[in-house]
């Protein structure tokens, strides 16, 4: 069945793969196999969802995976940090941005500690992190900055271990363009704002003189 679903997969036949990979899991079920196996089997199907497009059927079994290796080998297994960051990237995709850097708040360090700052699914993280805060339409300056910051560094890194042609190296790339061109956007927003409420204050200040000088004329004339 495993091959199976697998050849229909490569063959782009997803609604077929859909049904060999519910007919596993449930196989699996019945047959008391390992919860390791079972999760696997959970994802593939994950996988086959997000193929067909749906998202939010992916996102809650991928949550289930992710809670499920997190209780079966703990915060702190690769497996563990590997489903953390498919969940999140489930969550980026229904734009459900709070939940993905709430998720990733968590599991960041954790990659950092166990992986090592250099290593792919830590650098994944980071860019996702990132993403999701100068993506946010409440993000502010210091968001942006620290989206820009965060980025350079993954960018740096990722060229001198996975090298310039790797796809987590152009990823990063890519989002550090798209993280400055929007920070320069809101810096000049910013800019306008910052300008027009001084247009405002010095018209006012105006208007309040003028109001005086008439005041005083009136004043003078009676």
């Keep these: ?30 047959i008391g196999a390992s919860e390791e196996r079972m999760l696997t089997a959970q994802n593939n199907l994950a996988t086959t969802y997000h193929e067909l497009g749906r998202l939010e059927e992916t ?19 690769k497996k563990s ?19 993905v850097k709430s ?28 993403e999701a805060l100068y993506t946010d339409p409440g993000a502010t300056l210091d968001h942006l900055r620290e989206a820009v910051t965060d980025l350079e560094e993954s960018a740096r890194i990722s060229r001198r271990v996975l090298g310039g042609a790797h796809p987590v190296t152009a990823g990063v790339k890519k989002g550090l363009r798209n993280a400055r061109a929007i920070a320069r956007a809101a810096l000049r927003a910013r800019e306008t704002q910052d300008a027009f409420r001084t247009a405002q204050a010095k018209l006012a200040q105006a208007q309040a003189e003028l109001a005086k000088t008439f005041a005083d004329a009136s004043a003078d004339a009676a």
């Design 1 to 30: 069945m495993n091959i199976l679903g697998s050849g229909l997969h490569q063959a782009r036949h997803f609604e077929d793969a859909l049904s060999v990979d519910e007919a596993r899991l449930s196989t699996l079920r019945r």
């Design 103 to 130: 998720l990733l708040c968590k599991a960041i360090p954790v990659a950092r500690r166990v992986l090592g700052e250099s290593h792919e699914l830590t650098l994944r993280m980071r860019s996702l992190y990132a």
């Design 59 to 77: 996102n809650r079994i991928l949550g289930e995976v992710y809670s499920g290796f997190c209780r079966l080998s703990g915060e702190d297994c």
């Design 81 to 99: 940090l590997a489903s953390a960051y498919n969940y999140a990237n489930s969550f980026s995709e229904l734009r459900r941005l709070e939940e």
